[in-house]
């Protein structure tokens, strides 16, 4: 009884490792859509946006390796030049109520415009269900989509994997690097890297 309680358990844990990877969002397929309110009230379903690219950009204020690019200006930098190129940024807090990285509604708005956010929106994922079914882990963790509603980059923000701002203009940008070659009608180089950050606070 015991090697058969023990046989189910590890079934169990198998299902739940291999469920996980189908739940990632898989590159060339169509992305996951999505219905999310931005602190202001609004819902965004990505299926809204469909015809342009677009950019997920998972974040945690309280995580240093997303303060790494908000604290030197740089996200800010790329939200507002790919919005004048016509792509809508989307950033996606998944983090639950009162953990790190958590904005309650009454102050979420002050809260962003210390930190000077340029992007289309701030989604909240509060259930978690959205970056379960992209298979966010950490933040920042990027995802690009082609107006055909593909997804065509999945991973890091950049090569470099660091906390420090210096490493920004050192480091390959895989997000630019994939819009630039997506919207010249070129093949994404490197569609999927390891992403790197805080854990989301599911």
Known sequence: MKKAMMGL????????????VRGEA????????FTLRDIHGKDHRLSDYAGTFVVLEW?????????KFYDAGEMQRLQKEYEEK????L????????S???YPIETAAD?????????????????GDTGRAYGARVTPHMYVINPDGLLIYRGAIDSIRSTDAADIDKAENYVVSALAAAMAGREVAIPVTTPYGCSVKY
Request: hydrophobic letters at 40%; one cysteine or more; aromatic letters at 8%.
């Open 9 to 20: 358990a590890a079934w169990v844990v198998f299902l739940g490792c291999t469920m996980g």
């Open 26 to 33: 898989v590159i060339g397929e169509k992305a996951p859509d």
């Open 59 to 67: 974040i945690n204020h309280g995580c240093p390796f997303v303060r």
């Open 86 to 89: 016509g792509v809508v940024w």
């Open 91 to 98: 950033t996606i807090c998944s983090s639950k109520p009162g």
């Open 100 to 102: 790190q990285g958590h």
């Open 111 to 127: 809260e962003l415009a210390k930190h000077g956010h340029q992007s289309a929106a701030y989604l909240l994922d509060e259930s």
